[in-house]
């Protein structure tokens, strides 16, 4: 089987605003394959990169919960929703969020899970408990979870990649210093300004959340694992690799399930 192309982007309203909001451009006809996906991966990874690239190829929507809590920032207190509401509140006491607030959240948009064109949720679940909650809720809405896509990167080229990061305090532009240099040394291409690196981009500050990461996660992913619902994919590669990667491998899954194995 082929993945064909899809290009079905739309502005995710529906995801970031909650309530009765529409997004746009949806999918007129359910595709002949809705692909419903959880993203895993460390900080540094590409996660993000290849979240944007694989809604372009295969027309699922990319709901990130980081996007719904920077974006509630910007509503108006009459379109916050309960769970939105304490979730801030958490935010702004530099708080985690709890779990339960997160499940709220995700459930006020559950008709983004049910959508046609399929989904590619990015930053939840995070714990074991988030998915079993997570599982709960699709098997009452009955819909069927199709992979869990660990996307993984030996430690020191996480660090590599965000030890080289830097940024401009004035634009918020950013750089790196092999993949991404800018014209002068230190310099901000668009405003002139001094570029720095980031308190947590420092290799010391990378090592402490990689491990935290991996205390984190490594029961999530033995929790999907178990499940046979875990894809792991190196990410060393520039993103257009990882992405045929990728794309491979979700082959490679269907044909499998599709021969019982």
């Known amino acids: 089987m082929e993945i064909a192309q899809m290009k079905t982007i739309n502005d ?22 809705a692909w419903r996906l959880v993203l895993l991966g460390a900080p540094g990874v590409g996660k993000g990169t290849q979240a944007e690239l694989l809604s372009e190829q295969l027309g699922a929507c990319h709901l990130s919960t980081g996007d719904v809590f920077r974006a509630a920032k910007c509503l108006g207190d009459d379109e916050r929703s ?20 997160v499940l ?22 995070r714990t074991v408990a988030q998915a079993e909650s997570l599982e709960r809720l699709l098997e009452w809405e009955q819909i069927p979870l199709m992979a869990v896509l660990d996307y993984e990167l030996p430690l020191e080229e996480i660090i590599d990649r965000i030890g080289g990061r830097r940024t401009c305090p004035a634009c918020k532009a950013v750089y790196h210093v092999k993949a991404l240099p800018p014209r002068a040394a230190g310099v901000c291409d668009k405003c002139g300004g001094k570029l720095i690196q980031r308190e947590d981009d420092r290799p010391e500050s990378v090592r402490v959340r990689m491990e935290a990461y991996e205390k984190s996660t490594r029961p999530l992913i033995e929790y999907y694992e178990r499940r046979g619902l875990l894809v792991s994919i190196a990410a060393e590669a520039i993103p257009q690799e990882t992405l045929r990667r990728t794309l491979t491998m979700l082959n490679d899954v269907v044909a499998n399930r599709a021969s019982g194995k």
């Open 12 to 33: 995710r309203a529906a995801w970031l605003k909650g309530g009765t909001t529409v997004c746009s451009n949806l999918p007129i006809e359910p595709p002949k394959k």
């Open 82 to 101: 309960p769970a939105i509401e304490k979730a801030l509140e958490y935010m702004r006491r530099g708080d985690l969020v709890p779990d339960r607030t």
């Open 104 to 125: 709220d959240m995700v459930t006020e948009r559950v008709r983004c899970l049910r959508c046609c064109g399929g989904f590619l949720l990015d930053g939840f679940p």
